[in-house]
């Protein structure tokens, strides 16, 4: 099992900044290819972006792609976003996501942590 727990959620301007955190727990994320995902009131929830284990690699939506990037610190067994230009069509709920890179049916979510951007 591993547990995902999220932080550095909050209030922010329009065109402001903030990082999100998830440090993973039971499992080393070196094995996992670690996401963020968000949920808007009334929405699906929708992809953000994604780490690729091992080699780095990185995926990430057209609605933030320039804006947003994901980043791991393997030593800390932790996965970050930092979200720049911060919209208010960013608020959400965002998710912390982590699936085994040959497993795949071994995935796991976090609680979540609420961005809210006012106008």
């Known amino acids: 099992q591993m547990q995902l727990v999220e932080s550095g959620g909050g209030l922010v301007q329009t065109g402001g900044s903030l990082r999100l955190s998830c440090v993973a727990s039971g499992r080393t994320i070196t094995y996992y290819d670690m996401g963020w995902f968000r949920q808007a009131p009334g929405k699906e929830r929708e992809f953000v972006a994604r780490?690729?284990?091992?080699?780095?690699?990185?995926t990430y939506a057209d609605s933030i792609k320039g804006r947003f990037t994901i980043s791991t610190d393997n030593a800390k067994n932790t996965v970050y976003l930092q979200m720049n230009a911060l919209k208010p069509e960013d608020t959400a709920v965002y998710y912390c996501?982590?699936?085994?890179?040959?497993?795949?049916?071994?995935?796991?979510w976090g609680q979540g942590t609420q961005v809210t951007v006012s106008s």
């Open positions: 996501h982590a699936q085994h890179s040959t497993y795949t049916q071994y995935d796991y």
């Open positions: 780490i690729h284990s091992g080699v780095g690699r990185t």
